[in-house]
């Protein structure tokens, strides 16, 4: 940390609530720096610390105003804001202060130095390098500053919202895809704020290495909330939310947002090397425990007891689960220098019930399942676990895991576990890794930038193509690598035929390349991608959600497989799952006649008439990097 980066910090939480009038309740937020390093770093920058609203809470017409700075309190950071609600026609007006409690997540401090600032000259070349997209609509003045106006749309909450709802958001259980799927969308020409309230509306952006603060103005043309923060990994599409709000007695009409753009902290060599041995330090040592489980019996430490009495189809938390729960450092190594097998227990409840205080990783045969998920928190007060390795997926289906236990995953991240996968097949070591509220499997040292990254999902048939489609697609990889730019990353579904074509393609231009697995006999994974995850053949509509961790689909030459994940896919489309993107087929004859089915359902009005607006078939690879260019709004 220096103090010419940019920084955040972490989620602070509201701490003390207290009713100031009808209209505001004041409220004491509290944030924890990371580690010691952090806080000194922030005590030598308090002065200069900013404060940027949760923008979930602004989406649901909560806004903050700040009273002076956060001032030192122990070993933690306290301000006070007064809470009011910008706008009554929210569904949550009537016991929106009732919201408000105390652990509830706030938004997040920042430190914008000016040398990490980008000038006039500095922005114009990230958007011509393609390492930053912005709006068609800006203009630039000669201090660095961009000015932009929204799209000529607003977005309303469904009045059908309950209290519990709004709970969900403002405790954090619930946040931007959520809000996503249950606002309205409304065209606005032009797009006018009344007095005395506020609008949702949206602007395109792919900041990928940079940060972004909105100057919340002076009134003129509304105001912004203080949800003024945009980072490098949150922010990307055509839907990047702007709260914008009016406190006159006239109309604020085609409102206009000024933003600064700030580069992110660059990940070093010296960085990405740390992690890199982080992870082969822990790959070598969780080899040689995984060896030393094998080849030698478990030990003797008396009969497995489980807390939770549970049996579920003969099965319970006492199966045989090879595992040791140790302290992950180099103590570790020192034991295993020292010839310290056999080690380990048969079961995990043995191994916990068996660790030393300090235990901290759990390095265990199988991937918990069920029972021994439940046994696991119902310990979490007496064991101090902070992550979890294990080899193999299922006992049942080997390399592939069942959509409960992707949600054991998501239960595990909630809590701040790491999960690492030891796999076997690749001899290689893992860490699990959230894009869009998906988790991939990825090699630590790669985790920020696959985060970073825009995706393109590559779908199509595992059959093998002809000249003229292997041309094609990858003259359109090439194509959009040049659009993109370099933090591209290509997500298929790990087979043959196209999804093989793609992925060759995309490493060949240094992009990332990623997969969903699915557990088919007559479609092997193909192993060696730099992201993926793994699902049960009976997940098969499951593991379709994790393709939204794609920012755009292509459907290429494909068959029935093609053709149902062309339907979910589109389905989201319509529902709002999906951001209104471009889809591309490409190969208009062969999807001729999938053309004119649409065409028919739009009709027909089966479906939305905007459907057509951002669906284009086409052959020729400069059509589609026209058609993205447009219907994204970026320059």
């Known amino acids: 940390m220096n103090a010419d980066q940019f920084w955040t910090s ?35 920058n308090l002065t200069a610390l900013r404060y940027s609203e949760r923008s979930s809470l602004a989406r649901i017409g909560i806004e903050m105003l700040v009273h ?12 006070t804001v007064d809470a009011f609600l910008y706008d009554p026609s929210f569904p949550n007006a009537p016991y929106w202060k009732k919201l408000l409690r105390s652990g509830a997540p706030v938004g997040r401090l920042y430190f914008a130095p000016a040398a990490a600032k980008l000038t006039t000259a500095e922005i114009w070349a990230a958007i011509q390098e393609n390492d930053l997209k912005l709006p068609d609509t800006i203009s630039i003045d000669r201090v660095g500053r961009v000015f932009l106006t929204p799209h000529q749309v607003s977005y309303t909450l469904n009045p059908r919202l309950q209290r519990h709802n709004f709970e969900h958001v403002v405790s954090g259980h619930a946040g931007r895809g959520f809000l996503d799927k249950v606002q309205l969308r409304h065209d606005r020409s032009p797009l006018t704020i009344p007095p005395r309230s506020g609008i949702l509306t949206s602007c395109s952006m792919y900041l990928k290495e940079h940060y972004v603060v909105l100057n919340q103005g002076e009134g003129n043309f509304g105001i912004h909330t203080s949800a003024v923060l945009l980072d490098p990994i949150k922010t990307f599409g055509t839907n990047v939310m702007l709260e914008i709000y009016n406190t006159g007695d006239q109309p604020v009409v085609n409102p206009v947002v000024s933003v600064e753009i700030f580069r992110a902290p660059e990940v070093n060599d010296p960085e990405i090397k740390s992690l890199a041995k982080k992870r082969v330090r822990l790959l070598g040592t969780a080899t040689d425990i995984f060896q030393c489980l094998d080849n030698n019996p478990a030990q003797d430490t008396g009969e497995a007891r489980p807390r939770t009495k549970i049996t579920v189809r003969g ?6 689960n090879r ?4 302290r992950a450092n180099e103590d570790l190594r020192k034991f295993l220098e020292a010839d310290a097998c056999p080690l380990g227990s048969r079961t995990m409840i043995q191994a916990l019930d068996n660790a030393p205080a300090d235990s901290d990783t759990l390095i265990i045969d199988f991937f918990p399942d069920l029972l021994e998920h439940i046994e696991l928190l119902t310990r979490l007060g007496d064991v101090k676990l902070r992550r979890i390795i294990f080899r193999r997926a299922s006992r049942t289906h080997g390399y592939f895991l069942s959509s409960n236990a992707h949600a054991r995953l998501d239960t595990f991240n909630s809590i701040s576990v790491q999960v690492y996968w030891y796999d076997e097949l690749t001899k290689d070591l893992y860490l699990h890794t959230y894009k869009k509220e998906h988790g991939f499997f990825v090699r630590e040292e790669m985790a920020r930038r696959f985060q970073e990254s825009t995706v393109l999902a590559f779908y199509g048939s595992a059959v093998g193509l002809d000249q003229a489609d292997t041309d094609r697609i990858s003259n359109l990889v090439e194509k959009l690598t040049k659009f993109i ?32 697995f699915l557990e088919l006999e007559a479609q092997p994974p ?54 209104r993107v ?38 020729d690879p400069d059509e589609v990097v026209a058609f993205y260019r447009k219907k994204l709004h970026v320059l």
Request: glycine content about 12%.
């Open 526 to 579: 193909e192993l060696g991608v730099d992201f993926f995850n793994t699902f049960q053949e009976s997940s098969r509509h499951f593991r379709q959600k994790w393709f939204e961790a794609a920012d755009f689909c292509i459907f290429n030459v494909g068959g029935v497989g093609t053709l149902e994940e062309i339907g979910i896919e589109l389905c989201n489309l319509k529902l709002g799952i999906r951001p």
């Open 485 to 516: 730019g370099h933090n591209l990353g290509v997500l298929t579904g790990g087979g043959g035929g196209v999804m093989r074509l793609a992925t060759d393609q995309a490493r060949g231009r240094g992009a990332l390349t990623g997969a969903c």
């Open 315 to 320: 099965q319970s938390g006492s199966m045989e």
């Open 68 to 79: 002076g700075g956060p001032v030192l309190d122990g070993n933690r950071l306290v301000m």
């Open 582 to 619: 471009p889809y591309v087929f490409f190969n208009a004859r062969y999807w001729g006649d999938l053309k004119g089915q649409i065409d028919e359902m739009i009709r027909s009005k089966r479906a939305p008439e905007w459907l057509a607006d951002y669906i284009l078939f086409s052959d």
């Open 323 to 326: 595992c040791i729960f140790v």
């Open 10 to 44: 972490q989620d602070g939480q509201i701490l003390q609530v207290k009713n100031k009038d009808e209209q505001f309740v004041t409220l004491t937020l509290a944030f924890w720096p990371r580690n010691p390093a952090e806080f000194e770093f922030l005590k030598a």
